[in-house]
């Protein structure tokens, strides 16, 4: 271990201001990539449902049955709701609205429309719920308009805790009674992002298991491998 802590303090003494910055940014992707994955595998009912906090299951279970009828053409899809007027099922959060030409999602914050011809009939002969929400949100621009915002939010979660941690640690470590407070903090911020990496490659599977919870174990693991690394400089 004590080699570790030697060949890590070598590698702060040599690292280059364009190394480190690479380092930092290799950090954070490491960090960030689990954190994105978990959010792209969710399917758009649970990504919404998970996101904005909205109850789509019990409106699920309301659709259940009183999915109206469809008028078929010969592929399968529907080319209208066979209804004459607008028929509503309301949830606790969020209401569905069937007319003769298209089903609406509507809730607080969003609406999806989707014409009824681009509804396949299975989806309403088994009133899919799940599989509908998905055809709404994806016929309304569900990557532009919900997952890639939501994407960039997460990414700059996690560029602001590695920021703290990064500042904030190099900060506290110079106005405490350690022997390291003599060290500059240009120099104590050098040695934390390098001596970052590891602990960044040891949480990265664990986020790929565990989302967001990989995130405090760096910041542990980094804070002490890092305090040891500043001991040999």
């Known amino acids: ?24 940014a290799t950090v954070v992707a490491l960090l960030s990539i689990p954190v994105l994955v978990s959010v792209v595998l969710l399917p758009p009912h649970q990504f919404y449902a998970q996101h904005y906090g909205v109850n789509l299951q019990e409106l699920a279970e309301l659709a259940r049955g009183n999915i109206p009828p469809v008028i078929a053409d010969g592929d399968g899809y529907a080319l209208a709701f066979d209804i004459a007027e ?7 959060d969020a209401a569905l ?10 809730d607080a914050q969003t609406q999806l429309i989707l014409p009824a011809a681009d509804l396949p009939v299975w989806v309403v002969e088994e009133a899919a719920f799940e599989e509908m929400f998905d055809r709404l949100a994806l016929y309304n621009g569900y990557y532009q308009r919900f997952l890639f915002p939501a994407l960039a939010m997460r990414l700059l979660i996690v560029l602001a805790m590695v920021l703290v941690y990064y500042i904030g640690i190099g900060y506290a470590m110079g106005i405490t009674r350690l022997d ?11 040695c934390l992002i390098v001596s970052s990496y590891p602990p960044a490659m040891l949480c990265f599977p664990i986020g790929l298991l565990m989302p967001m919870m990989h995130l405090f174990l760096f910041q542990l693991l980094a804070m002490l491998l890092g305090y040891m690394v500043l001991k040999e400089l």
Do not use: D
Request: no cysteine; proline share 10%; net charge positive.
């Open 180 to 190: 390291i407070h003599r060290l500059p903090f240009k120099t104590r911020l050098k």
């Open 97 to 106: 609205v069937f007319t003769p030409e298209y089903v609406q999602y509507a």
């Open 86 to 92: 607008p028929r509503t099922i309301e949830g606790p």
């Open 1 to 24: 271990m004590n080699r570790l802590y030697w060949r890590l303090a070598r590698q702060v003494r040599r690292a280059r201001p364009a190394a480190v910055a690479g380092i930092a």
